[in-house]
């Protein structure tokens, strides 16, 4: 998600160059029909890595590897900053691998691996903009904020039609999931949250919820007392629709907020361990609930020993607050 406006702006400058994307297979289903990517490269490094004795793993890691030296590019623009994505840029037949210089790399090892680097300057910290400003290698200079999604109609109208069913012309959705433990706040204070919403808003919540998060989205649905309903089951794409059609999302730093941001929908994100000002929702408008602790913003998926005081210090009556001036603005 805070690459496709960098994407964007390259296809916007060269618009006869072939561009490809390097992507995990389980993130790829956001770029499908991207008209502004010739080629998806896909890697399954979290599959290989749980299967590494299987031989069958290893054809498939080095038919990968091929396949990404099939062609040179003329240039490995590496926007991760990690080892494993400097890695890959390094085994891509390339005349030029650009990264951030190694201050400003998640994983500063990888700075060894590119042939160039950029320092991003602090006019804005927000990761989109450190993004677009890793263009200036290639002479791009530009701030504009563009998202590229495409939805089959199929996909919308099957959205339609649940919601239909449901009879929510007009809700809030809910997010409390998060790939990282950290970042989740506890299902009893969503359904709380719910509930208060329900009662000085008049709206339902509809509860979204990815693999593995069902009992959680349960959770809330449950102790919400009939203020809240559960969505149902959806891969990424065909979240977007309940997303686009909602009058506000409530989330942690996860992929639906950053696409209900990138859609223009309103939103209230909820900060525990990263920061707002560099992870948080994209509009000016948008409302970010997150407390000051000595340890944060850490970046760190499990808390260490500190009962992830970030996001257990916020209150349900500080995210009511927020919502309340979202919905209002």
Not at 22 to 33: F, T
Not at 222 to 246: H, K, W
Request: net charge neutral; proline share 7%; charged share 25%.
């Amino acid at each position: 998600m805070h690459t496709l406006p960098a994407v964007a702006a390259l296809r916007r400058a060269f618009p006869g160059a072939r561009i490809d994307w390097l992507v995990e297979r389980r993130h790829r289903d956001v770029l499908l029909d991207n008209t502004d990517v010739d080629e998806l490269l896909e890697i399954d490094t979290l599959g290989w890595r749980k299967a590494l004795h299987r031989p069958s793993t290893w054809g498939q890691i080095v038919h990968s590897v091929r396949h990404l030296r099939e062609r040179r590019y003329d240039v490995v623009l590496d926007l991760q900053g990690t080892l494993k994505s400097a890695v890959s840029a390094f085994l891509a037949r390339a005349d030029r691998r650009v990264g951030f210089d190694r201050d400003h790399l998640r994983e500063r090892a990888a700075r060894l691996l590119y042939s160039e680097t950029v320092t991003p300057n602090g006019a804005s910290p927000h990761v989109i903009d450190r993004h677009l400003q890793l263009l200036r290698a290639l002479g791009v200079e530009t701030r504009e904020r563009r998202f590229p999604i495409e939805i089959p109609d199929a996909i919308a109208q099957e959205a339609a039609r649940h919601l239909d069913e449901m009879g929510l012309a007009s809700y809030v959705l809910l997010n409390p999931g998060g790939s990282w433990p950290t970042k989740r706040w506890s299902p009893q204070r969503f359904a709380a949250l719910a509930a208060e919403i329900h009662a000085r808003f008049g709206l339902e919540s509809l509860v979204l919820w990815g693999p593995g998060e069902e009992s959680l989205a349960h959770a809330i649905v449950t102790g919400a007392g009939g203020a809240a309903r559960l969505a149902p089951p959806t891969a990424v794409r065909a979240m977007i629709p309940y997303l686009q059609r909602a009058r506000l999302v409530v989330s942690g730093d996860t992929g639906p907020m950053h696409l209900a941001s990138a859609f223009g929908v309103p939103v209230v994100g909820i900060f525990g361990p990263t920061d707002p000002a560099r992870n948080g929702p994209f509009a000016a408008e948008d409302e970010v609930v997150a407390e000051a602790v000595p340890c944060g913003p850490c970046y760190k998926k499990t808390c260490p020993g500190y009962d992830n005081v970030c996001m257990s210090s916020i209150a349900v009556a500080d995210v009511l607050e927020a919502v309340s001036r979202r919905l209002s603005g």
